[in-house]
Structure formats: structure tokens, C-alpha cells
């Protein structure tokens, strides 16, 4: 598998459109997170939000923004290998067709560590991006051939949005009562069902994610502490260095440099 390009999160003006008559020359994978207008043979078709859409080599792309509105999606353009293809079609996963999904912010993140993975220096990078991809097909896979006697509580399936949420976008401002409002929820309740879950209170999920987020770009980027900080959803630099420390036991300089050291030791072992 190669991956040629990737994209995350894109948003574009609301004259946006693509028309490619021949493809693109790959495959083209697109989580589509705004309604859209699709061209497929010939007829204009509405695809909600919330869809799955995969083009194969030489099918024409033709798709667009819905008039007078804002178009967001994930991408990814990439290369199978002849046994690649063959496994993806044995799938069942319809190709050239809109599919809608009930868990896109899983499928994103997949993409958002796809695309990670793709512009880093890891010496794994392949290895994890067939992981992602892997994963990536497998959800949609479930997602349409789940038995209907075997589909979860619709309670889990909004907690686990919610998680997969803040773990997907760490910065967002989030209290109890907003995501308790947003699964339509008391407070206690979703409290209660959140710690039966997942064995952890939402609160300290929620530095949990913001955590593991910022020691990423610690160690992935040349960003500084107080930016970081800015991207992992804190408002006060005090409360960050003080949530991170509570959580690792050092404060971010300390772990970026620590992080540093480890890594120079071992090229230099390595180097030997």
C-alpha cells in the first residue's frame, strides 16, 4: 500500500468542486463531515454528512459543495498492491457509492493518524499507516454488515462518540453539563454511565486526552510549551503545567527534554 496524499479536517468555501473526468489515478477514500453534492452517471446526488466515499482508479470524480454552504472532509489518495485489491473487494464495501456511517470521529482519527504517520520521519510509518487503513476498513465493514440483534445500547454508542471526540479534538472546550447536554443526559446520569463504561470518571478522560496530546507535540514538533498548551485546550499556561505534572510526574519542558535525550542516546547507540 502506498499512500499519496492525505488530508485532515479540510475545509473549503462554499464555490469548492472537484471534476476529474478520468480519476484521479488512484483511489481516492473520502469521509465526508458537510452534506455534498455527488455527479455518479450522470445524476446529481445529495449525500448527507456523516458518509463514507470510496472512488477506485478511473471512475470520474465529480463532487461539490451543497450552494451556499461550507464543505468539510478527510481524504486519502493511495495505491493497493494487486492482492491489496483483491482482499478490499472480497470486503463487500461498495465502491462508487455513498455510504452513511455512525461513527465518523473514529473513522477520522484513523485518518488524522494516517496522515501523521505519513509526513513523520517514523521508522514505522508504513507499518502503522497499513495498521490505520486496516482499521479504517474494518470499522466501515462493521458498520454494514453489524447483525441488528447485535447492535450496542444506543447509550454506548453516544458515549463512545463522546469519547472518541475528545481524544479526536483534545482542544475543544468541554465541561460535564455541555456533554451531558449534547447526549441529552442529567448531569449525574451521564456521570454514572460514563465511570460504568469505561472505568474512568469523563473529567479525567478528558486530561487524559489532553495529556497524551501534548506530549506528542512535545516530542513531534518545535512548538513551545505555552502553544502547545493553547492546542490541548487550556486557557491558563499555569493550569496546563500543572494538570501535565499532576499526570506525569514532570512538567513538559522536563518530559520534552528527557524525550530528546532518550532519542539522542539511542541514534547514537544505533551509530555505534
Known amino acids: 500500500m502506498r499512500i499519496n496524499n492525505v488530508g485532515y479536517n479540510h475545509c473549503h468555501d462554499a464555490d469548492f468542486f472537484i471534476d476529474r473526468p478520468d480519476g484521479s489515478g488512484d483511489y481516492l477514500l473520502l469521509l465526508l463531515k458537510t452534506a455534498s453534492v455527488f455527479t455518479l452517471e450522470g445524476k446529481d446526488v445529495h449525500v448527507p454528512a456523516e458518509s463514507f466515499f470510496l472512488y477506485q482508479k478511473g ?31 472480497k470486503s463487500g464495501i461498495p465502491l462508487d457509492t455513498p455510504i452513511p456511517v455512525n461513527n465518523l470521529n473514529f473513522l477520522s482519527f484513523c485518518v488524522k493518524s494516517i496522515a501523521y504517520e505519513a509526513y513523520s520521519a517514523n521508522i514505522n510509518r508504513e507499518k502503522s499507516i497499513t495498521a490505520y487503513m486496516g482499521l479504517l476498513f474494518l470499522k466501515i465493514q462493521e458498520q454494514l454488515f453489524q447483525p441488528r440483534d447485535m447492535v450496542p445500547d444506543s447509550r454506548y454508542e ?24 449534547e447526549v441529552r443526559m442529567s448531569k449525574s446520569s451521564f456521570q454514572h454511565l460514563y465511570k460504568k463504561q469505561f472505568g474512568t470518571t469523563f473529567m479525567q478522560d478528558l486530561i487524559q486526552s489532553r495529556v497524551s496530546h501534548a506530549k506528542m507535540l512535545l516530542t513531534s514538533t518545535n512548538l513551545s510549551v505555552s502553544e502547545i498548551a493553547v492546542q490541548c485546550g487550556y486557557h491558563s499556561y499555569a493550569h496546563f503545567v500543572r494538570q501535565f505534572r499532576s499526570w506525569s510526574g514532570v512538567t513538559p519542558t ?17 551509530d555505534m
Request: net charge negative; hydrophobic share 25%; aromatic share 12%.
Open 158 to 181: 453516544m458515549l463512545s462518540t463522546i469519547r472518541n471526540k475528545i481524544y479526536t479534538c483534545p482542544y475543544e472546550v468541554r465541561t460535564v453539563e455541555s456533554t451531558a447536554h
Open 254 to 270: 522536563e518530559y520534552r527534554n528527557t524525550q530528546s535525550r532518550e532519542v539522542t542516546s539511542k541514534t547514537n547507540l544505533h
Open 59 to 89: 471512475t470520474p470524480q465529480f463532487y461539490r459543495c451543497v450552494p451556499q454552504h461550507i464543505f468539510s472532509n478527510d481524504w486519502i489518495h493511495f495505491q493497493l498492491e494487486e492482492d491489496e485489491e483483491t482482499q478490499l473487494l
